[in-house]
């Protein structure tokens, strides 16, 4: 897709570990909905759900290693190129 461009940088921006808890995150989403439904019920969600994004947020500086290895991409949330013509 790049072949006709110079100095084509290809990277990854947010690495498996992040991919990985997006998706816990969002599995806990749907099981403890956020919205809809009571307001006490919701809001208790919030709390279960905000609580445990918090205490596994430290978790994506394993990309910071994670990123280095050669397969990281295929796990990778966000890629990103850079290229000049």
Request: charged share 10%; proline share 5%; with cysteine.
């Amino acid at each position: 897709m790049f072949a006709g461009f110079a100095n084509v940088e290809i990277g990854i921006r947010t690495g498996p570990t992040v991919t990985m808890l997006t998706f816990l995150i969002y599995y806990l989403k749907l099981i403890m909905p956020v919205h809809g439904g009571s307001w006490i019920r919701g809001n208790l969600n919030r709390v279960v759900v905000g609580g445990i994004c918090w205490m596994i947020a430290p978790l994506k500086y394993l990309d910071v290693w994670l990123n280095r290895l050669p397969n990281a991409y295929v796990l990778a949330n966000h890629l990103y190129v850079l290229a000049r013509r």
